[in-house]
């Protein structure tokens, strides 16, 4: 079984998820900061993939799934603009749960941003 969902992230989606977590680190938003570090756009603070990850899991196995374990470990930075595409292969599954392996590619492009990752959840 492979699954996949695709979200455009937005500066304003970085800056709501910014407000929500008081992550206010000028790599996710200043033009100034970073042209001094050679980038030209704001970089996608990292744990925003953990989310998505988990909306993601959520859209594939129903609201009342439960997500026990979730890891995951960064590969390379997505910046505002860019769509991720959350991609998972269920690899295990018994006895009301089920293990996912996890990764998310940048479509512009094709990079890998996340990997390897890794999920458990409990099935209702």
């Excluded at 859209?59 to 769509?83: H, Q």
């Amino acid at each position: 079984m492979s699954l996949v969902r695709e979200q455009k992230i937005e500066l304003p989606d970085m800056i709501a998820y910014a407000g929500a977590t008081w992550d206010w680190h000028k790599l996710h938003y200043d033009a100034d900061y970073l042209r001094e570090r050679g980038l030209d756009k704001p970089v996608v603070d990292g744990q925003v993939f953990g989310a998505h990850l988990a909306i993601a899991l959520r859209e594939w196995f129903g609201p009342d799934a439960v997500i026990t374990a979730l890891s995951f470990r960064f590969k390379s930075l997505v910046f505002a603009g860019e769509t991720i595409r959350c991609v998972g292969t269920v690899v295990r599954e018994e006895a009301g749960t089920v293990e996912v392996d996890l990764r998310v590619e940048v479509v512009e492009g094709g990079r890998i941003a996340v990997a390897p990752a890794s999920a458990t959840l409990t099935l209702p």
